[in-house]
């Protein structure tokens, strides 16, 4: 089976000004990058065109009311809040957008390809059924959720390692045990959510685990998260899917973050979680591109070494360019371990009711 990339140059042409953080070198970086690398003439590789997602996909997530006010604001341009505007014909790039996502669903689906990479513009965790904000307009990887599940797919898990929590796609779930939602985030961090003590209501209690760790977090942290809460929960929960919000402002040269992770860091994270989805769930991994304002030294080469592994390739090579080191050895926090080691400890103890496997460790 090959890995798919799903990708349109339209992605380049969402823009809300030349400097904003979320702008189309984001992207164009990306592409350069691995065209020089010749992703895209390996065989392991299938480039997908999306198509844009219709109304009614929109509205498995979205309200109708705020459908009709990105369309009208799409005319002549409006604002949700002071980083989100809405530039004209935004709705057309938001609606390629979350194609883009239901394109990769119908992909791995239809064992066209094993897993897929959607390289999309804008981002969408951080909005809302009614609501946009933090340079998202449509919740991509919800839609996609919730569209997969009508085609037959009963529970995703949701992993959202982008800095930022996704308070969009917790909002969208919270009470519904059907998605599992898992977000490791930089915290105290905007938008300000995703506590421990935020685990869902209702049937969806215990089915929304945020992990806030703290700036300086590093390549240990993640994959310590990775062993002791991702995979467990992905081993119990046995989901049909496993879905990534793919932010990549968690790498140390993020202007935005302080956070420490490396493109090492996010391609052997990409690595661990193809080889648990390869025993769980046939091996179905859907990555939806999310934050990540780096453009040059992190976005490159992390996007690189999540494809590379997505791909089954040899993975020992990816790095950012030597003059970056550096940077890293400053972003490190040695303190931030043994704080996240505390949080765990604690998430589990609120945890332990609803997952059998804290059971057998308390």
Known sequence: MTSGIIYDPSYLMHEQSPTHPERRERLS??????EEEGI??????????PKPARRDDVLLVHSLEYLKFLEE?????GIIDADTYVPKNLIHDALLAAGGAICAADAVVNQQ???AFVLSRPPGHHAGRSNGAGFCYLNNIAIMTRYLQRRGLRRIMIVDWDAHHGNGTEEIFYDDPTVLFCSVHQYPFYPGSGRIEDIGIREGKGYNINLPIPAGSSDKVYRY???ELIIPLAEEYMPDLI???????????DPLTGLALTAQGYARLMQEICIIADSICYGRIIAVLEGGYSVEGGLPYTNLGLIAAMAGMD???IREPEGYQKLLLQSVSEDAFPKVVKMVADLKEKLTSHWYFLNRSY
């Not at 970086?29 to 691995?34: A, P």
């Not at 895209?40 to 065109?49: C, Q, S, T």
């Open 29 to 34: 970086y990306t592409l350069d990058q691995l």
């Open 40 to 49: 895209f003439d390996i065989p392991e590789i299938k480039l997908i065109r």
């Open 73 to 77: 604001s799409s005319i002549n341009g």
């Open 113 to 115: 390809v094993k897993n």
């Open 225 to 227: 998260l990775l062993e």
């Open 243 to 253: 879905a990534i919000s793919a932010g990549q402002d968690n790498h140390f040269s």
């Open 315 to 317: 993975i020992s090579n």
